[in-house]
């Protein structure tokens, strides 16, 4: 072994921020955003209003988001309920701008479609790459979550538009949205279409798909849903993330390894006692 080689990490051993992206990732990110649609409604008819339950749900996700950025590694806990949260802030900002502000869906659809490329150019202009595989210092990190509540954000909007405002129905939406989820999925599994991309499309996608869920069931049957309400459908849901979310903290299934050429080419912040040693090897490391 040589020198360099003895200086440079193991890129094997870097964890990641994210969990590894296999069928729970899509579970819980599914009942996550079924439960981003059902609480908010709940919440905004607890007395506050939606202004105050904004202001209130932006507060608590701020407070999980900084405790998410203080952890060294992927956490499930802490990063579902991150996900969770904002999830019910990317609603409340669509429902802001849709039913305070008489934003159309429309226009929403398209301006946070345009903050998400936005997000998605900055953060590939930064660090050569949008695979979440990596997601291994700050700046990485910050631009995940940014792009994470843009896709929740859009996703409502767009779901609203799809689902509302065409008269599509919460049921029929969900299956549309299934299906293009379905062929996003055989186009990267079957015929290699690119990871990255098909992977936030489909995260894009999940939206819309957890949202018309949520509301099929919590919903009038007069309206087109089961009747269940907001608060047993939230309630449901989140019972089913927690025993999920308990299952991976105890199996460790979903905990990610970085790739090797997926490591940055600088690391942020090495220890003092390391700077040193590690310094040359760093400076040259791809």
């Known amino acids: 072994m040589t020198k360099l080689e003895q200086q440079r990490p193991d890129a094997r051993t870097l964890l990641n921020k994210v969990p590894e992206v296999t069928v729970f990732f899509w579970i819980i990110k599914i009942l996550a955003t079924t439960v981003g649609e059902t609480a908010a409604d709940f919440l905004s008819g607890l007395g506050l209003g939606l202004s105050g339950t904004t202001v209130v749900m932006t507060v608590v996700f701020v407070a999980v988001l900084v405790w998410q950025f203080r952890t060294r590694q992927y956490v499930p806990g802490v990063y579902w309920l991150t996900v969770v ?21 429309e226009i929403s659809t398209a301006v946070f479609t345009i903050a998400l490329a936005v997000t998605f150019a900055v953060w590939y202009r930064s660090e050569r790459t949008l695979s979440i595989h990596s997601i291994v210092t700050s700046r990485r990190e ?26 599509v129905g919460y049921w029929p939406t969900a299956l549309i949205v299934a299906l293009i989820i379905a062929a ?27 949202a018309s869920l949520g509301d099929g069931l919590a919903q009038a049957r007069a309206d087109g849903g089961l009747g269940l309400g907001t608060t047993w459908t939230s309630v449901l849901f989140l019972v089913t993330i927690l025993g999920v979310v308990v299952y991976l903290a105890l199996t460790r299934r979903d905990q990610a390894e970085v790739p090797a050429e997926e490591v940055p080419a600088r690391r942020e912040a090495a220890p003092v006692g390391d700077s040193m040693s590690s310094a040359p090897a760093d400076g040259r490391h791809q």
């Open 142 to 167: 910050a631009f995940y979550w940014l792009a994470i509540l843009y896709t929740f954000a859009l996703g409502t909007a767009a779901g609203d538009l799809v689902g509302e405002r065409f008269g």
């Open 184 to 210: 996003v999925a055989i186009s990267h599994l079957v015929f290699g279409a690119n990871a990255v991309l098909t992977f936030w499309i489909a995260y894009i996608l999940t939206r819309p798909l957890g």
């Open 85 to 105: 949260l904002i999830s019910v802030v990317g609603t409340l900002i669509t429902d802001n701008l849709t039913d305070a502000l008489g934003v159309p869906l």
